[in-house]
């Protein structure tokens, strides 16, 4: 339990609503894996006459380095870690080679030559290391004390997860010049991605990289299964006489006809959907449903105040832009769950929009935005 000790100092959002959870332990616990330390990739490089270790964090990580003589190396310790990088990672500089021990849960670096750790300034979420050349005796000194060289952690960030609707054999919606909707979100899906990686404030997944179907039963425990803070759907449906972009969170009653229609038309495009639980007795689980969607449904709300205001600085807006329905995708009791529709495909004037990459540039600059200013907004308040 180290590491979820370590992740309740840097995450009291979620906390909050582990708490939730313990309470229904045993109704949705087994939708709710313990987040683990992982590293997402891992490389090693030669600059100048240094090497340059990259990884990437997934999860809250701590690590120590130890050095080691005869032959001299290096150890570097991740306890508990998930490594999906390489088993090895080849020869850089002073590095002859680098092998992950998964068993120790270590990376050792056989050095040519002496050398030491030392950690650069990077993007959070990525550990940057130098391992750069040292004197034989500083080496040997570090190798004589039976201490760390080295030694650090890093907290998990937020994930974010992106859900490009449609898909496959689902093309969503037509525009009369044939724009397809699957590909409209998967295009938008892809930059916002980018963008909220460029930030560097936020881990990103998407429940699609290519045209695939996936039942809105599977986004949502995509979203659930990597203990996401956020999931965002995109759309650009048709619906006639609207134009402009709109953000729509959970209601059982919907605020409007149109979202209504809107929630009716994407949740029969998936004829598997709904969201099932496990059996419990009705009057149970919908109490605990109710106590996680309550704090659940504010998050969310606040997203889509947040996503309105910076979309309509960037783009044209549907008059009430922020609306509700009971849309299928949007059903994770403990994900913060927005859809967004960034035009509608049947307004010829937001098809030519929607088709042009700077369009879908604003929209998802825009998204970006509001992504890093609400988890900003909810790690100050949870924090303390
Ligand atoms: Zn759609």
Same mark, same amino acid.
């Given at each position: ?21 313990? =309470?229904? #332990? ?83 670096? @056989? /050095? ?10 990077? $993007? ?11 004197? +034989? ?41 044939? +724009?397809?909707?699957?590909? /409209? ?12 990686? *460029?930030? #560097? ?8 990289e290519r045209d695939?179907f996936i039942s ?17 759907? /995109? ?17 059982? +009653? ?9 929630? !009716?038309? *994407? @949740? @029969? ?7 099932? /639980? &496990?059996?419990?007795? &009705?009057?149970? !689980? ?24 910076? =979309? ?6 549907? $008059? ?9 995708? =949007? ?7 927005? =859809? ?41 308040? +949870?924090? #303390?």
């Amino acid at each position: 339990m180290e590491t979820r000790e370590r992740r309740k100092k840097h995450d009291g959002m979620d906390i909050r609503r582990r708490h939730f959870l313990g =309470l229904g #332990g045993v109704v949705l616990g087994s939708a709710q894996p313990a987040l683990v330390a992982s590293i997402g990739a891992a490389s090693l490089t030669t600059e100048g006459r240094a090497a340059r270790l990259g990884l990437t964090l997934e999860g809250p990580l701590s690590w120590e380095w130890r050095a080691l003589a005869e032959p001299p190396r290096l150890v570097l310790s991740l306890p508990g870690v998930t490594w999906r990088g390489p088993a090895r990672l080849g020869s850089a500089g002073p590095v002859a080679s680098a092998l992950f021990d998964d068993e120790a849960k270590e990376l050792r670096l @056989n /050095l040519a030559r002496p050398a030491l750790p030392r950690r650069l300034p990077g $993007p959070a979420g990525r550990l940057l290391v130098e391992i750069a050349p040292a004197s +034989t005796e500083a080496f040997s000194a570090a190798a004589r004390r039976d201490m760390p060289v080295a030694q650090g952690s890093a907290p998990a960030l937020p994930l974010v997860v992106i859900d490009p609707g449609h898909g496959g054999y689902d093309p969503g919606a037509i525009g009369r010049r044939g +724009t397809e909707e699957k590909r /409209l979100t998967l295009a938008a899906a892809q930059v916002l991605r980018r963008k909220l990686q *460029e930030g #560097g404030k936020c881990r990103v997944a998407m429940t699609r990289e290519r045209d695939e179907f996936i039942s809105l039963a599977d986004r949502v425990a995509f979203a659930r299964t990597r203990d996401a803070a956020l999931l965002i759907s /995109l759309h650009a449906d048709s619906a006639p006489g609207a134009k402009g972009a709109s953000v729509y969170t959970l209601a059982e +009653t919907a605020s409007d006809p149109l979202a209504a229609a809107l929630a !009716q038309r *994407e @949740n @029969n495009a998936d004829l598997a959907g709904g969201l099932s /639980l &496990p059996s419990v007795p &009705p009057e149970v !689980q919908a109490i605990l449903l109710s106590l996680m969607r309550q704090e659940t449904l504010g998050d969310s709300a606040r997203f889509a105040r947040v996503a309105v205001r910076e =979309l309509t600085r960037a783009v044209p807006i549907l $008059p009430k832009p922020r609306r509700e329905a009971a849309f299928i995708v =949007l059903k994770a009791p403990e994900v913060p769950s927005v =859809l967004v529709e960034m035009g509608f495909l049947s307004d010829p004037e937001d098809e030519a929009a929607l088709r042009q990459p700077e369009h879908r540039a604003l929209i998802a600059a825009s998204l970006a935005r509001a992504v890093e200013a609400w988890l900003g907004a909810t790690q100050r308040a +949870t924090s #303390g």
